[in-house]
């Protein structure tokens, strides 16, 4: 998965929603797009929801953040 691998590349520094809407959709500002990446970002964090080490979280308005706990 390409988004997951984007967010261990840079754990705990902040990846900007237009970036992983570019890069993975093509867009920066599509609702569509958006929905999408969201509810990826939800079965993401279901995936990773048994490795107490790592967390996804939102920070919101801006992008997301891999948090290494």
């Known amino acids: 998965?390409?988004?997951l691998e984007l967010l261990f590349?840079?754990?705990?520094?902040?990846?900007?929603?237009e970036i992983?809407?570019?890069k993975f959709w093509n867009?920066?500002?599509d609702y569509f797009a958006s929905r999408?990446?969201?509810?990826?970002?939800t079965k993401l964090r279901k995936f990773l929801s048994e490795d107490e080490s790592v967390t996804i979280k939102t920070v919101?308005?801006?992008?997301?953040i891999l948090i290494e706990n």
């Open 1 to 3: 998965n390409g988004i």
């Open 27 to 29: 867009t920066e500002d």
């Open 20 to 22: 992983i809407l570019d």
């Open 9 to 17: 590349r840079k754990p705990g520094e902040i990846i900007r929603r």
């Open 60 to 64: 919101k308005g801006v992008g997301l």
């Open 36 to 41: 999408s990446l969201d509810v990826f970002v």
